[in-house]
């Protein structure tokens, strides 16, 4: 199927939107509350597009593709529509860039960027910050919030965790955690969902404040140690100090497609911690002494050889771990069953 | 051929024929009025495809404000092949100074009820809703009691008077939001869920409720659908204009010597209604203008007094029926203190959902709060009303339902009658 | 008392409008409690967090004690023409309270809705379940003193 979008022809499946295709070809259409990973959406109205033959304007997220679909993205119809509705969402939140961990790496930003909006001609007020510092992870600041409902999304349909949910209505929308409690006194997980696909910077890695912007920070893609689902991770580090500032999932992992748990996302202190092991310890005489792998696993294997020939191979059992993966877990139980001999094999999890 | 409208006076012709007339909470005495009659017609002489050709033939026209053909609604929905299909009544009547529905509802529930039957049996469904609001109290009541005894009567359930025709009927109840008389945030608010219009397409009777096929029609519109069966799409069409058949339920309201709601054919002037039926002006003041269709309606003014009341040749004139509430307004109302109160109710009912409707209300408010402060002040600035109008101009454009739509008609039209001249008269002193 | 009411629907997310109706009007300050709140999500097998989502969506619903005698003004247009303003100022004079709160015996509460669909008798206020029409001074303050009475 093909459809041309300001004059040149791309192809398109039959069953994707209009947003879709144009991002697959490098066009930008500024958009807030469309992610691949909620679907459509249709809330914000800032992807508006025009296509021939359809009156008025219509908005390229909820549009499906036809054969031979016409479609404009940068009339001045269009853009003098998202301005507008771009300058909404600026005139109702503290939209401050310079100190917005989001700074960067924002949605809106970009939006504003693009149809060339400095300030905002109109402002409801002067809005103060307005932090729920409750939760442990997470921060939230509702004055930066443009109420996309792409956490909620993310809470009910992906995660299926339904803590998050719009209350209120009209003007007084706004994002409730429960009945309305504080986010730290909710029933979150802190799973982190909420904030990754978060398009500003209402919703942000509490730990990453002020450890630098997204622009200083490296991206390192790696797996999760946790355990053995195997989640695709990217680090975000900082390259001076060489500390990760925070991770996220990656989107386009067939494992995780994103999403964390709470110590997938939250839990890397221990990579740099004091007490972290980095070499084998041998206990003698009461005493812990560093030791090489070889020397380890040697003393290892001539003490499992010491009780197979003194009791027999059932005196011994191996419990595998759930951290690690299934192929080391099959390794593992080779070890035990054809080296030691015995089927005295059992796993942390049935514990 | 208009019938003369004087001889219908303060009677009902299809619609309110039994309102006031019979005891409502009797189904003996709407039998007695020749009720049921039509749907058993439907029902033993006549096959789905039938009725809905009778009903496009009539020419009958959504009641609830936009004005879609009735038969070719239905005939949507008519040849899907599922399982589960729905007539979803929508008497969540909001539209200010709208109160024909609760009118029907309250005085002849069961004529409601038979043309739900009758849809029901056109489009081959098997489950009716009535989405009626909450605060129509006297209307949730009598109409649960007319379902019950329909259900004695053997009218609705499994079955019907021994045919293979089944259908249930059940009323639910809103919880105080306009919006949900939109149709696709009613049926939102049916499942049990915040009132949030979704978009369209899918269209709900492609894929409504529980996204199975469902068919939205207004109280009035499902109360012609007995009359038009029981006498035929040309006898309806005796009625009214070519274009707009039937009749039309009008409330006159505001300064007149006799508000109240009248019945007549449609292609009644504006005229007609203040003057004859309204009794004309209170105190015998000047019409400054009316407001037609309630808030998301239309300011029409003096120069339109003599054109037909119907959907198209107000649209002519840039103008919209709506629900067909009439709000009059004598010489020396206060337009900007009216205009705030229709910008509250935007903000007020506005779901929250789409950013132009979200914000744009309170901004649409904001700056008729300051105008009206301005004027006081005899400071008004012209570039106030001109940015209000832009707001509502790109609300119009890009909102996602017809709420966030709205603002801009009464905006236009009350700024092409009146509201300037308030301004100018006060810009030049 | 939540429980049972429940007991009478089934549990369907589509009966959750009509259950808080009926938890809020069997409550003697007309509105839903914390605890009934929670078990209506328990029982439809929903969040807590849908179950306010959809209660601060509708205005008819509340979450904070209101009075006995719930008195809805409409101000929508037609009201607004024949001076619902006046009513809410003459209703807020006599029960001596600031707009949309309550009385400090808990008596009345006051509160603004949308168009009550009986415009040809502008303007309108409703008390509980019973609709006052024509409405002006003399008669409000009889209406107002009638219910007090009847509570004395």
Redesign the interface.
Known sequence: MHITINGKVYDAKPEQMVIEVARENGIYIPSLCYHPKIGKAGKCRVCVVEVEGIGGLQTSCTTQVSEGMKVVTNSENILEAQRMVVNLMLANGRHDCIKCEQNGDCELQDAAYYLGIENPPYQFGIIEPQIDDSAEMIQVDRSKCIECGRCVAACNNTVVNEVLEFGNRGFDTKIIFDNDLLMGESSCVQCGECVQICPVGALIDKRAIGKGRTWELDKVETVCPYCGVGCKLELHIDRKTDEIVRITGVEDSPTNEGMLCVKGRYGFDFVKSDERLTTPLIKENGKLREASWDEAITLVASKFNGIKKKFGSDAIAGLASAKVTNEENFVFQKLIRREVGTNNIDHCARL | MRQNSKAFNRHGIITLKNVGKINPESIEDFIAHDGYIAFEKALFDMNEDEVIDEVKDSGLRGRGGAGFPTGLKWSFTAPLKVKDKFIICNADEGEPGTCKDRLIMEGDPHKLIEGILIAGYAVRANKGYIYIRGEYYLSIERLGKAIKDAYKHGYLGQKILETNFSFDLEIKVGGGAYVCGEETSLIESLEGKRGLPRFKPPFPGIAGLWQKPSVVNNVETLCNIPDIISKGGEWFRSFGTKKSTGTKIFMILGNVKNPGIIELPQGVTLRELIYEHGGGMEDDKELKCTLVGGAAGCFVGPDLLDIPMTIESLSEHGAALGSGSILVLKEGTNLIALMKNLMHFFKHESCGQCTPCRYGTEKLYRLICKISDDIARNKPDVNDLNEMLETAKMMQKTSLCALGQSPLMPLESAMKYCVIDEFKKRVIK | MYKNICKNFEP???????I??EIQDSHPQQYIT?NA??YVAEY?K?????????I??????STTPRGKYLI?VC????C???GSDNVLEILNNILDLEKESITEDNLFSLET????????N?PVM?IN?EVYGNLNEKKIKKIISDLKRGNK
């Open positions: 369907k997310r589509d009966n959750l409008l009509l808080l109706h914390k709140m929670k439809l929903i969040s807590i967090a849908q179950v306010k989502g959809v601060s969506f509708y205005t008819m619903f809805r101000n929508s247009t037609a607004f023409i024949k809705c949308s168009c009550l669909g009986v415009c040809g502008a409703m379940k």
